[in-house]
């Protein structure tokens, strides 16, 4: 099987979608000529056309309040906001337009909207351009939420985003963006909902999303060569959220340590925590739940104190040998 690029694999959803179904059109800043802030659309706007692959000026409620309206026209828009920090300009049409309008009207209006957003900070890109507030909108009834870790998971949940009749938030982390996996040809979907154990241990469960998902299986490797055997579960879709394979993995080790790269105070790592916390897995922890997750401070420019805001492989590896 073929090794492509996570930002190669978006892109070859988007299009593979588009050809399939004309309902199907892109809508966001430079995404057009440019290619997009991160080069995901590159050579789309050359395929299907400025009809279907429609720039917009830099106004984020105005791009979500016309791909709500166009998806309950009956078109599928994918809306990309530039970086996922300028969802708060858009939040109102999000929040209280795309994710109320089919329970308001019964069910006779659908808003099938995927509106698909890079976050995360590793860039150098500071405080106002590299936050994770995925917690946000998976806090709203009404929205699906998905986070995918790889390149063969973001195309297979990608197309199953696009077909979906709900609006469903599409986070990508932009260090994600170059990280490359096998990914097959043509189209396939990943179900929404289904988290995927992307390594099996005995010892330590970690449970991570997004960016975390790598560092949790590069630090997974560094305690294996010391006889610590980690299972790694990446969640894939927050919202909704498969409880039963993160539980089954932890009355396995007995131990979970939560890793997110979102601020802790009220962030999701506190939903993944309740949820093993809630379970029956929790008669069978040896150790308390441990959360890694982001300081509590706007992220910072430079390099090192960038990378000290945020959980790190060592991080991870020495909260595991403190679990054993």
């Known amino acids: 099987m073929r090794e492509i690029t996570y930002s190669e694999a978006v892109r070859e959803a988007m299009s593979e979608a588009m050809r399939e179904n004309e309902d199907v059109f ?8 440019y290619g997009g802030a991160f080069g995901v659309s590159r050579g789309m706007y050359e395929e299907f056309g400025e009809e279907r692959v429609r720039s917009t000026p830099i106004a984020e409620s105005v791009i979500a309040g016309a791909s709500v309206g166009a998806a309950m026209t009956g078109m599928r828009p994918i809306f990309e906001i530039q970086f996922s920090d300028f969802i708060a300009i858009a939040l109102d049409q999000i929040v209280n337009q795309a994710a109320k309008i089919r329970y308001m009207y019964g069910g006779k209006a659908k808003i099938p909207l995927v509106m698909r957003t890079p976050g995360g900070s590793g860039t150098g890109a500071a405080a106002q351009h590299s936050q994770s507030l995925e917690n946000w909108t998976a806090h709203i009834p009404g929205l699906k939420v998905i986070q995918p870790a790889t390149a063969y998971d973001a195309k297979g949940l990608l197309h199953a985003a696009i077909e979906d009749d709900n609006p469903v938030m ?16 043509g189209k396939y979907t990943i179900p929404i909902g ?32 010391e006889g610590i055997d980690v299972e790694v579960v990446d969640p894939r879709t927050l919202v909704p959220l498969d409880k039963d394979t993160i539980v089954e993995s932890v009355m396995k080790t007995g131990k979970a340590v939560v890793v997110t790269e979102a601020v802790k105070r009220s962030g999701f790592s506190a939903e993944l925590a309740s949820v093993i916390a809630e379970s029956e897995s929790f008669d069978f922890l040896d150790a308390p739940i441990i959360r890694l997750a982001g300081k509590e401070i706007p992220m910072p420019y430079h390099p090192e104190l960038e990378r000290r805001a945020v959980p790190q492989v060592e991080d991870i590896v020495d909260a595991c040998r403190g679990l054993m």
């Open 170 to 185: 599409f986070y990508e982390h932009k260090l994600c963006y170059r990280t490359t996996s096998d990914v097959p040809e």
């Open 194 to 225: 289904v988290a995927d154990v992307k390594r099996e241990g005995k010892d330590i469960s970690i449970v991570a999303t997004g960016i975390m998902v790598h560092k949790a299986l590069e630090a997974a490797d560094i305690l294996a060569e």
């Open 26 to 33: 892109l809508m966001g800043e430079d995404i057009g000529i």
